[in-house]
């Protein structure tokens, strides 16, 4: 008989029904997510950025024409402003908006802002309306972006995002002295990064995610000293990481994943201490992780997966105490995991997979007492797996594809534990049924009830041909 009198039959039917019963309440109340993913553990950056966009552009686009927010009887100070609209508007097939009765300031996606006087006031009763802001975001816009909105001077926002947008950026955008919040992500851009970006001296945050630029990142963007965000991900960039990228002192967010970038990230990269989110991800990168990016200290963001980065782990990464995600996997690493890295107090998930790591899993990592996810499989990591691994909430333990040896039955409580191809022992029926009710408390949500079922039954069905 393999049940010890600590483990008694009656607990494992008790186990059974309480099992199910979370199972069919956690299906009806919890949506199904999957936390685990690259993307998804990112996903709330982009999120709240635009959140506010969004809110802003519902305003904007469904203004009412019958309700002006400008008299009527406005002049503008020439006619220069309206021209330029109507010739944004008809190139980009919106004709219909253009009212010839009322103010181009009050046509949908234009904001205007009257000029400033010398004592800090604005002037609500001039005739100097300009325009500011020209928000004309996810229209299924099909054409190429006219160069005449250089010709906006005063723009300080232009958000054009998720349009099905071609052609290149136009140079004339360098016109744009004002601008500080430039949005083309999501559409089907080509060519190059115009080096005339680097002109905006005033530009907070540049957005060219996800389109089909090619050329290299241009040096001279290394010259706007009051970006905050910069996001090139997912293009067909090539060339190096300019090191004119550590000027950038006020830098929030570098993205400059998903492109064909090679080179070695630049120790320069070390300056930016204001950087909360590092995206360098599916890159050609090679070389050795700088140990200045253990001056990151702000970063809660470290994504350098999928590149070609080899060299030891550097210590100095154990620094970044505020990381929530570092995803390091898919490189040729050499050496050990530090030890250091046992001080991510809030780190939530840790990918160093796929990285031809070798050596013991660090007793400190059990320190980690966020961590949820965390994956260490495909290395040649040796030795046992710490008692210390219990401590952490782990919800997710890769840790297959290595020569781990010892028992293994202390990590029996983790609900996805995948350590196949490895010397382990522990793998009895006890923990087989610890981890299926594991999963029965935290997958449910990814379950059917009925699925959710059969999985508690097939393991109570083994659990009584055992005992029999």
């Not at 000029?115 to 500011?132: L, R």
């Not at 099909?142 to 958000?159: C, F, Y």
């Not at 690493?333 to 030890?339: A, D, S």
């Not at 796929?354 to 400190?364: F, K, M, R, V």
Request: aromatic share 8%; net charge negative; hydrophobic share 40%.
């Amino acid at each position: 008989m393999l049940f010890s009198t600590s483990r008694p039959p009656i607990l494992f039917s008790t186990f059974f029904l309480w099992g199910y019963i979370n199972l069919v309440h956690a299906q009806e109340t919890l949506s199904s997510v999957d936390i685990h993913h690259h993307d998804s553990i990112d996903l709330s950056f982009f999120q709240m950025e635009r959140l506010h966009y969004e809110s802003k552009r519902k305003e904007i686009l469904n203004r009412k024409n019958s309700e002006p927010l400008i008299p009527s009887n406005i002049d503008d100070i020439t006619m220069r402003q309206r021209d330029v609209l109507e010739k944004i508007y008809n190139e980009f097939e919106l004709s219909f908006w253009i009212q010839e009765e009322l103010h181009e300031c009050n046509w949908r996606g234009v904001v205007c802002e009257p000029p400033t006087m010398t004592n800090g006031t604005t002037n609500n009763t001039s005739d100097q309306w300009f325009v500011e802001k020209l928000h004309l975001a996810q229209l299924g816009l099909s054409s190429t972006i006219p160069s005449e909105i250089g010709l906006l001077s005063n723009l300080v926002d232009l958000d054009l995002f998720s349009n099905n947008l071609v052609g290149s950026i136009p140079s004339e955008f360098g016109n744009l002295s004002n601008l500080e919040i430039l949005w083309l992500g999501r559409n089907k851009l080509t060519a190059s990064i115009p080096s005339q970006l680097g002109q905006l001296h005033r530009l907070e945050k540049l957005y060219l995610f996800t389109n089909d630029l090619s050329g290299t990142i241009p040096a001279e963007l290394g010259t706007l000293h009051d970006i905050q965000s910069l996001s090139l991900t997912n293009n067909n960039l090539n060339g190096t990481i300019p090191a004119d990228i550590g000027l950038l002192i006020g830098l929030k967010e570098l993205s400059v994943g998903g492109n064909s970038i090679s080179g070695s990230i630049p120790s320069e990269t070390g300056r930016l201490r204001n950087l909360t989110a590092l995206r360098l991800d599916r890159n050609n990168l090679n070389g050795t992780l700088p140990s200045e990016l253990g001056m990151l200290t702000r970063t809660t963001l470290l994504k350098l997966w999928n590149n070609d980065l080899s060299g030891p782990l550097p210590s100095e990464i154990g620094n970044l105490v505020k990381l929530r995600s570092m995803m390091l996997d898919g490189n040729r690493f050499t050496g050990t995991i530090p030890i250091t890295y046992g001080s991510f107090s809030e780190l939530f998930a840790l990918y160093l997979n796929n990285s031809n790591l070798e050596g013991p899993i660090p007793s400190e990592l059990g320190l980690l007492n966020s961590l949820d996810t965390m994956h260490l499989d495909n290395n040649v990591l040796t030795g046992t797996i710490p008692f210390e691994l219990e401590n952490p909430p782990l919800h997710t333990l890769h840790i297959s594809e290595n020569k781990l040896t010892g028992d293994m039955r202390h990590m029996c409580h983790v609900p996805i534990f995948c350590y196949d191809t490895n010397e382990l022992t522990g793998d009895d029926i006890f923990c087989k049924a610890e981890r299926a009710f594991a999963r029965g408390e935290v997958l449910g949500i990814q379950l059917r009830p009925s699925e959710a079922l059969a999985q508690i039954l097939s393991t109570f069905l083994l659990l009584m041909e055992d005992l029999l």
